[in-house]
T-cell receptor, first 114, second 113 residues
Framework: AQKITQTQPGMFVQEKEAVTLDCTYD???????LFWYKQPSSGEMIFLIY??????QNATEGRYSLNFQKARKSANLVISASQLGDSAMYFC???????????FGQGTELSVKP | NAGVTQTPKFRVLKTGQSMTLLCAQD?????MYWYRQDPGMGLRLIHY???????AKGEVPDGYNVSRLKKQNFLLGLESAAPSQTSVYFC????????????FGQGTRLTVV
């Protein structure tokens, strides 16, 4: 069965430093997609980055990159040069194309300190 | 484009009352999802649909029913509300391609007293 685990309930990072948010997953399907979303205090869900299971390279989107280690079933989000506006909840998610189910982890609350 | 719209945004129910949450999307998405968000629990999938006329159970389906009579709408029903259903509910939709992200509504804050 699909499962997503985020083991860091809360993280602190100094402004301008990089931070890694952990995500591990479990699936028996060889084809799947991994997503990261940001939820600021205002509540909306903002899509950040996507990684496909067959993608050869790690995904990058601006200051966001995804450290994809398929053998370890991990898909960690790396935020470079943290900004105060990065303070938010971050969710990792996985979708299996067969059936379309999209499930989320418990989330990590990131606080960026000035 | 409106994207994904949830109605209502806030609601207070008494235990035992029923209600329906409406999710409407104007992006012609095949997939639609209902989640609940509780502190420390992340987003948990209640039910989802991969196309008009289809629905499937998610991780926490008990106490909820859904319908997808039209492609653009996905309804979530609570037949007899319980305090344990106090939560923030999110609807999302996406294309059926695995590499496309889901778009979310603004959420519905439901309190059951």
């Amino acid at each position: 069965a699909q499962k997503i685990t985020q083991t860091q309930p809360g993280m602190f990072v100094q402004e301008k430093e990089a931070v890694t948010l952990d995500c591990t997953y479990d699936t028996s399907d060889p084809s799947y997609g991994l997503f990261w979303y940001k939820q600021p205090s205002s509540g909306e869900m903002i899509f950040l980055i996507y990684q496909g299971s067959y993608d050869q390279q790690n995904a990058t989107e601006g200051r966001y990159s995804l450290n994809f280690q398929k053998a370890r079933k991990s898909a960690n989000l790396v935020i470079s040069a943290s900004q105060l506006g990065d303070s938010a909840m971050y969710f990792c998610a996985m979708r299996e194309p067969q059936g379309g189910k999209l499930i989320f982890g418990q989330g990590t609350e990131l606080s960026v300190k000035p | 484009n409106a994207g994904v719209t949830q109605t209502p945004k806030f609601r207070v129910l008494k235990t035992g009352q029923s209600m329906t949450l409406l999710c409407a999307q104007d992006m012609n998405h095949e997939y639609m999802y209902w989640y609940r968000q509780d502190p420390g629990m992340g987003l948990r999938l209640i039910h989802y649909s991969v196309g008009e006329g289809t629905t499937a159970k998610g991780e926490v389906p008990d106490g909820y029913n859904v319908s997808r009579l039209k492609k653009q709408n996905f309804l979530l029903g609570l037949e007899s509300a319980a305090p344990s259903q106090t939560s923030v509910y999110f609807c999302a939709s996406s294309y059926s391609f695995s590499n496309t992200e889901a778009f979310f509504g603004q959420g519905t804050r439901l309190t059951v007293v």
